[in-house]
């Protein structure tokens, strides 16, 4: 059982210094559409400026209860994946009331090395193991290490073929998904 979280804080900025990142309205359109395509039972966008998750609520509602369920069904499928938290923990432990077990944490990023998680070994464990795993995205420029630290496992990072590794997390969680979710 597969969610996951976009996290907006802590993360790095260009000059690695810890910042809050503003939520990104195509954010919350793309990755709710990848997390239905892929069956994920849950997206949470992680945000601890109030303005800033009253937005995706707004955002959220619209495409939910206002014209945009009527104007486009299939995003209100998407959306009805999403849920809106002011910090990280607040998502793990609702997950754990949802499923009655803590999820296993998986951090994502562009620059991981050491001891990984593969893409293979992690569609495995997906698919023989019925328990709770929380896949976390970073904005900015990155998760901040804290959050890195306190993870279960760090899943090993997407390698092109040009030596450039900065893609925008929209991709990042498409590329992701289809290798561990996809047939």
Avoid at 42 to 68: D, M, S, T
Wanted: charged fraction near 25%; proline fraction near 3%; hydrophobic fraction near 45%.
């Amino acid at each position: 059982m597969l969610y996951i979280a976009l996290l907006h804080h802590p993360v790095y900025n260009k000059e690695r210094k810890v910042v809050t990142t503003s939520i990104a309205n195509m954010d919350i359109h793309d990755l709710a559409r990848v997390a239905k395509t892929y069956a994920v039972s849950g997206f949470y966008i992680v945000n601890p400026i109030e303005e800033q998750r009253n937005l995706a609520q707004e955002i959220i509602h619209h495409w939910l209860k206002g014209y945009g369920a009527v104007y486009n069904e299939f995003r209100k499928d998407a959306f009805e994946l999403i849920h809106v938290n002011a910090k990280l923990k607040d998502v793990i432990n609702d997950v754990n009331r949802k499923t009655g077990c803590r999820p296993k944490t998986i951090v994502t990023g562009a620059n991981f090395t050491g001891e990984i998680l593969k893409f293979a070994e992690l569609k495995k464990i997906l698919r023989n193991n019925k328990a709770p795993y929380l896949l976390i995205f970073g904005t900015g420029s990155g998760l901040a290490d804290e959050i890195v630290n306190e993870s279960d496992f760090k899943l090993e990072p997407i390698r092109g073929h040009a030596g450039y590794n900065h893609l925008a997390v929209r991709s990042a969680v498409a590329i992701i998904m289809d290798k561990i979710m996809g047939v």
